[in-house]
DNA sequence: AAACTTAGTTACAAAAAGTAATTAAAGAAA
DNA sequence: TTTCTTTAATTACTTTTTGTAACTAAGTTT
């Protein structure tokens, strides 16, 4: 029986916590700040806030402080974040390959 | 405001539901029975039961019974589910260069 | 029939996530 | 100086998901 990879399995714990991915991915192209992450998923302030927090003590993510009017923070991709690029856009074709908008409406429905 | 993708948004829930990134790994190489899945992980039977249960309805794993004895189950990869291969090599490689032998540690730590 | 084997299921406790109201900080307006 | 805005969280509470361990089912062997 094969052993598993500690580093492949942490990669994937973390990767595959809720929202994770989809955080990632507002990141890949440009900087945000915390509210137009929450605009831009379904995710709540204190889910969004946790996981920042989480991305950034694993050095994927880094919060910048800018003190403006209003006061802005950004949270950027480090190159660790932006390492998993690759991964991210291979979902994101497979998504659009063999996820159908059948799958997407039951999805929905299921919700409601 | 860009708009989320629905296909790409079904997609990163699937693949961030826990354990499931390391089930569809489990299976890339060849089909497994449920006892073997669940030697290699640290996963319980119930989770297991249930993943391979939703892996099954979203078409990405088939179910084999074959009728011997003891009775052998296997799951296989469907086409579906193995176009996800790049995407999982993708993050093991990502895990290599990025995830620190200290890093394991201390979520190893963290664990007890 | 009693025991063994794999593949689950069930009942219950613990942890994580969802929701909505509240707070913090910091500069602007009065 | 007090009060008001604005963004970025945090807190209190409920619901859902996950973890744990004991139990069941179906078929086989003894």
């Known amino acids: 029986m094969e052993q598993l990879c500690p580093r492949f399995e942490k990669a994937m714990q973390l990767f595959g916590k809720r929202w994770v991915g989809l955080i990632l991915y507002e990141l890949l192209n440009d900087a945000k700040r915390f509210s137009e992450i929450e605009a831009a ?7 969004l806030s946790e996981r920042l927090k989480m991305l950034e003590q694993e050095g994927m993510v880094e919060r910048k402080v800018y003190s403006e009017f209003p006061v802005r923070i950004e949270y950027v991709l480090t190159e660790k974040g932006a390492a998993l690029q690759p991964a991210i856009q291979n979902i994101r074709q497979w998504s659009e390959h063999w996820i159908t908008q059948e799958e997407v409406d039951e999805t929905i429905a299921n919700k409601e």
Chains 1, 2 share one sequence.
């Open 41 to 47: 998923l379904p995710i709540s302030g204190r889910l």
